[in-house]
C-alpha cells in the first residue's frame, strides 16, 4: 500500500496570500496525483488530477506540480471560500489512498 | 446534472450489519464506475471500495475486505455497499461517487454525494 503524506497540517493564512501544500508518496506514483477540496458540511470535490490538471470548472488559483514521490498545491491568492480542508490521493494502483489533510485556517 | 443520492445509514450494534444505496441520475450510468469513500468523525478520507461499470471488476481496502460487499444494479441506476460484521471503526459518513467523465482509470472521483451515515455503538 502506497503511503501519502501530506504536510503541514494546519495552514494559516491571511486572505489575498498564498499557500502552498505539499503531498509525499511513500514510493513513486508518476503523475498518478489527485487533489480534493473538503469543505464542513459539504461533499469532496476534485480540484487537480494527472498532478497537474484542473477538474472541471476549477479556477486557474489552484495549481498543481510535481511527479513521482513530491508534489505540491498551490492556492495563488486565498479567497474566503478557499479555507476547506484540502487531501491528496494516489490512484496509480490499487489499493488507493489518501493523505491526511492539510486544513487552510484564516490567520 | 449528475446526482448522487445515499440512502441506508443509520445507528447498529457491533457485530450488525447495514445495506447502503446510492441513486444515481444525470448520466449514463453502467458507463461509469463508482465508489464509495468514507470519512470517520475528525478523521481524513479514506477509499473503500470501487465497482467497475459492468460490475466485473471490484476492489476494496484492505480494512473493508470479507465484510464489506460492493454491487450495482444498472437497471435502477444504483449502487450499493452492503456492510456486515461491523466495528466501532467503521463508524464515518460514506460517500457514493463516480468517476470522472475523462478519467479512464475509474480512480478518480467526481461527483460526490453529501453522504450518509453510519453509527456502530452498543
Known amino acids: 500500500e502506497i503511503v501519502m503524506t501530506q504536510s503541514p497540517a494546519t495552514l494559516s493564512v491571511s486572505p489575498g496570500e498564498r499557500a502552498t501544500l505539499s503531498c509525499r508518496a511513500s514510493q513513486s506514483i508518476s503523475s498518478n496525483l489527485a487533489w480534493y477540496q473538503h469543505k464542513p458540511g459539504q461533499a469532496p470535490r476534485l480540484l487537480i488530477y494527472?498532478?497537474?490538471t484542473r477538474a472541471t470548472g476549477v479556477t486557474a488559483t489552484f495549481s498543481g506540480s510535481g511527479s513521482g514521490t513530491e508534489f505540491t498545491l498551490t492556492i495563488s491568492s486565498l479567497q474566503s471560500e478557499d479555507f476547506a480542508v484540502y487531501y491528496c490521493q494516489h490512484y496509480n494502483n490499487w489499493p488507493l489512498t489518501f493523505g491526511g489533510g492539510t486544513k487552510v485556517e484564516i490567520k | 446534472d449528475v446526482q448522487l443520492l445515499e440512502s441506508g445509514g443509520g445507528l447498529v450494534q457491533p457485530g450488525g450489519s447495514l445495506r447502503l444505496s446510492c441513486a444515481a441520475s444525470g448520466f449514463t450510468f453502467g458507463s461509469f464506475a463508482m465508489s464509495w469513500v468514507r470519512q470517520a468523525p475528525g478523521k481524513g478520507l479514506e477509499w473503500v471500495s470501487t465497482i467497475s461499470g459492468s460490475g466485473e471488476n471490484i476492489y476494496y481496502a484492505d480494512s473493508v475486505k470479507g465484510r464489506f460487499t460492493i454491487s450495482r444494479d444498472n437497471s435502477k441506476n444504483t449502487v450499493y455497499l452492503q456492510l456486515n460484521t461491523l466495528r466501532a471503526d467503521d463508524t464515518a459518513m460514506y460517500y457514493c461517487?463516480?468517476?470522472?467523465?475523462?478519467?479512464?482509470?475509474?480512480?478518480?472521483?467526481?461527483?460526490w454525494g453529501q453522504g450518509t451515515l453510519v453509527t456502530v455503538s452498543s
Open positions: 494527472g498532478a497537474s
Open positions: 461517487t463516480k468517476r470522472p467523465y475523462y478519467d479512464t482509470s475509474g480512480r478518480l472521483f467526481d461527483p
